[in-house]
């Protein structure tokens, strides 16, 4: 079994994406998407231990790294029906997302719209719904971001809804999405957990030992305890 990911382009819903998978254990599925702007390479470090317990599968989302762009899908709740795509396309059944960045307000949506479809998350980096998203060079990027003001609230207003277990992760020292917002989530989402480590952004880059190693726990069974812990591996 190698744990060397493979990259390969597959077309779904009629856009060209860029993936990457592995084999492992058929037990456990893990579907990875990718932050913006690493791409899929943000999960090297993590890829060899995470690979040595479950089946990956990691998505450039439409717009993003090398998969091919439609306006309509530029937001967090169009994104949402296109994470499910993915999974019919893969024919991925109770699987593990791993959501960090642009992936996660798209994992929370699909969470409320498809309960039951996942069997757990994990997620890192939701701005604020009322800070004013960064301007950005990339088109794709910026039309994702600019929808955060008008769907972020309305998120924000579902999170009690959403009974699927989460495991959050937050940066100390980030400072562009605040632990202060990664509680706030904790508070709202009724069955989570809340992990804060002393590093920066990206807290999967500066800190993927750790990262990696929470992951690895909560899909390990944790996801199954519920409830919501601070702490620091």
Not at 207 to 217: C, L, P
Request: proline share 10%; aromatic share 6%; charged share 20%.
């Amino acid at each position: 079994m190698s744990s060397e990911p493979r990259v390969g382009f597959r077309t779904v819903d009629g856009l060209r994406i860029r993936y990457a998978d592995s084999d492992g254990p058929a037990s456990q599925h893990l579907v990875l998407t990718s932050p913006w702007p690493e791409s899929l390479p943000a999960f090297d470090r993590m890829w060899p231990r995470l690979s040595g317990i479950a089946r990956l599968l990691a998505v450039d989302l439409p717009g993003f790294g090398g998969s091919e762009r439609r306006s309509e899908l530029l937001s967090p709740m169009a994104m949402s029906e296109f994470l499910i795509r993915v999974l019919d396309e893969w024919d991925i059944t109770d699987p593990h997302l791993i959501c960090p960045d642009i992936g996660t307000p798209a994992a929370l949506f699909a969470a409320v719209r498809r309960p039951g479809r996942m069997q757990s998350l994990v997620i890192s980096g939701l701005a604020h719904p009322l800070k004013e998203p960064p301007e950005v060079p990339d088109s794709g990027a910026r039309q994702y971001l600019r929808s955060y003001p008008d769907q972020l609230p309305l998120l924000a207003g579902l999170l009690p809804g959403i009974f699927t277990p989460v495991q959050i992760i937050a940066g100390r020292r980030d400072p562009l999405v605040t632990v202060a917002n990664a509680e706030l989530l904790a508070a709202r989402l009724p069955n989570s957990r809340l992990d804060v480590l002393d590093t920066g952004q990206p807290i999967w880059a500066e800190a993927s030992a750790q990262y990696s190693a929470i992951i690895a726990a909560w899909v390990n069974g944790g996801y199954l305890t519920g409830g919501i812990a601070l702490g620091q591996p």
